[in-house]
């Protein structure tokens, strides 16, 4: 079952203007992780945001924010004041918090990724 | 400038070439994972090291061999691979905690293999 959903395949947003990549999970643990990175199309993968489940306010790390709503089982990015070099795919991924011999390291499940392209 | 390092950054070999991925990390973490990743699709997981021992396979075929010489080094060994294992291949790295949720994981920038 998919355990992460991104249902937006592409995205445009004009320069400066904010944007919203949407993201939905599905577990049925209580503590997990989302995370969010974003992929230019040179391949490395650029790590953005985290939002834990147990954590009362919404992530922010400069222009990235993160609507979390946790009973809808949602968490979005915001990216505020679009600049060019934001072109690039995204991906939500999500870390249950799994035990293996005493120790977590937890598989990160990813979306599908969304396509963001910010126009001049 | 990513501190998860993978050379080469580039790699064109034919069906029956043996090589080898390399990956290097020195923020102290204890967790390495190789991926593998095709054009517009997620990576997907391809092998888990925790403490230098491999505790995820998730069913790789065996022409991909891995080996963890130590808490810095991650090798993925290709030996004679089929021409739908090109993609870009991944490094990551994070620490090992109980519960550790909210660890990131580190990507190198990839290899990106073209089999001919």
């Known amino acids: 079952a998919q355990k992460i959903t991104q249902t937006q395949p592409g995205m445009f947003v004009q320069e400066k203007e904010a944007v919203t990549l949407d993201c939905t999970y599905d577990?049925?643990?209580?503590?997990?992780?989302l995370f969010w990175y974003k992929q230019p199309s040179s391949g490395e993968m650029i790590f953005l945001i985290y939002q834990g489940s147990y954590d009362e306010q919404n992530a922010t790390e400069g222009r990235y924010s993160l609507n979390f709503q946790k009973a809808r089982k949602s968490a979005n990015l915001v990216i505020s004041a679009s600049q060019l070099g934001d072109s690039a795919m995204y991906f939500c991924?999500?870390?249950?918090?799994?035990?293996?011999?005493?120790?977590?390291?937890?598989?990160?499940?990813f979306g599908q990724g969304t396509i963001l392209t910010v126009h001049p | 400038d990513t501190e998860v390092t993978q050379t080469p950054k580039h790699l064109v070999m034919g069906m029956t070439n043996k090589k080898s991925l390399k990956c290097e990390q020195h923020m102290g973490h204890r967790a390495m994972y190789w991926y593998k990743q095709k054009a517009k699709k997620p990576p997907e997981l391809m092998f888990v090291?925790?403490?230098?021992?491999?505790?995820i396979n998730e069913s790789v075929p065996s022409r991909f061999s891995p080996e963890c010489p130590n808490s810095s080094l991650l090798n993925l060994h290709l030996h004679a691979l089929q021409p739908e294992d090109s993609a870009l291949y991944l490094c990551?790295?994070?620490?090992?905690?109980?519960?550790?949720?909210?660890?990131?994981?580190?990507f190198g920038d990839g290899t990106r293999l073209s089999i001919l």
């Open positions: 090291y925790s403490y230098e021992k491999l505790s």
């Open positions: 577990t049925s643990d209580q503590s997990y992780g």
């Open positions: 991924a999500m870390r249950e918090g799994q035990r293996a011999g005493g120790t977590s390291y937890g598989k990160l499940t």
């Open positions: 990551a790295s994070s620490q090992v905690l109980l519960q550790g949720v909210r660890q990131p994981q580190h």
